[in-house]
């Protein structure tokens, strides 16, 4: 009896480690977007007809109403505002945990990133670490230990800002949301956990605790996640002020207190995958019976606007930051803070 050949033992575990996500993974996005778009145009084209008019009648006339000047006016000293927060947690958590680095050095790299993420806002940051990498020498695990470190406060400041919204209009939202309350509390279990795997006893004789890609964690106390949290909050505070003001300009009444309440829950469940982002893509035309059209408008163009204004902000860092990037030149002492 012959040995079984070794290659075609192999070849299963190959193909196993190649294969793409299953079936139903690839098309769970389009469902969701087909459903949601089903969702919109079942509302649009009800409105519509109530007035008399076919739908691109009906948009023309919404989109014709608002005074743009205005919007503008609001809008790009958003985004520019938003920038500039943005950036600062990049050099806060990189001073801490990286390498001493100028606020203004940040700057480009961050302005660039968001080129790419309007692709995939990992793709951006993952050219940061690359710039950091590049520029200053820092390792490639840790500058990813960074990257993962902002994620992981912005999922709990999105998450904390969510459940004081939640807690002020929840009889206004849709229930699926009434979710989030659990998941705070779940999560906040789950941090406490994490704090004493990293930086206590639990995580004691753990070769995984020692791996370069968790050295922020490794070294950071609950008063920097806090201190993430509160200097990233001005951007959200910024938008329910912005926000509300917009959507006055479409021709829908809202008060500020009503957006702080809105605001948080449709940004967390917009980056939560599952049906609370289904729910929150649609939440605008829900939570404003009525105005679907001017809902439908509203927040198409608030968040395409906001990605793609900030792309342009990137262009005007692009030529430095590939100088900087690929010209060769190294940091500086001068970049140190």
Avoid at 175 to 203: K, N, T
Avoid at 249 to 276: D, K, N
Wanted: charged share 15%.
């Amino acid at each position: 009896m012959t040995a079984p050949d070794s290659n075609s033992q192999q070849i299963p575990e190959e193909e196993a480690a190649t294969q793409g996500p299953a079936r139903w993974q690839q098309m769970l996005p389009w469902t969701i977007t087909i459903v949601c778009f089903g969702y919109l145009y079942t509302r649009l084209s009800g409105a519509a007809a109530r007035d008399g008019l076919g739908l691109f009648e009906y948009f023309a006339g919404i989109f014709g109403r608002v005074p743009w000047g205005q919007w503008l006016a609001l809008m790009i000293p958003y985004s520019a505002f938003f920038f500039l927060v943005d950036s600062l947690i990049v050099w806060r958590v990189v001073s801490w945990f990286n390498t001493p680095v100028k606020y203004s050095a940040i700057l480009p790299i961050r302005g660039s990133s968001y080129i790419l993420s309007i692709l995939n806002e990992q793709v951006g940051k993952g050219a940061m670490g690359l710039y950091l990498n590049r520029r200053y020498g820092v390792p490639g695990w840790e500058v990813g230990s960074s990257m993962i470190f902002i994620m992981f406060c912005e999922f709990f400041y999105l998450l904390g800002w969510a459940t004081i919204g939640w807690s002020m209009r929840s009889a206004e939202l849709p229930e699926v949301f009434g979710v989030i309350p659990w998941i705070s509390f779940s999560a906040a279990i789950f941090l406490c956990a994490w704090l004493l795997f990293f930086r206590g006893p639990l995580g004691n004789g753990v070769d995984l605790r020692d791996k370069p890609l968790f050295k922020s964690f490794r070294e950071a106390g609950p008063l920097r996640y806090l201190t993430i949290i509160v200097l990233r909050s001005p951007a959200l505070l910024a938008a329910v002020v912005v926000y509300t003001y917009a959507l006055n300009l479409f021709g829908v009444e809202a008060e500020m207190g009503q957006m702080l309440g809105y605001l948080p829950v449709i940004f967390f469940g917009a980056a939560t995958p599952g049906p609370m982002r289904t729910v929150a893509i649609t939440l605008w035309v829900i939570l404003f019976p009525g105005n679907e059209g001017e809902m439908a408008a509203f927040g198409f163009v608030q968040h395409n606007f906001f990605i793609f204004f900030n792309a342009a902000i990137g262009l005007l860092f692009l030529r430095r930051a590939n100088r900087e990037l690929f010209g060769g030149e190294s940091g500086e002492k001068s970049d140190a803070n």
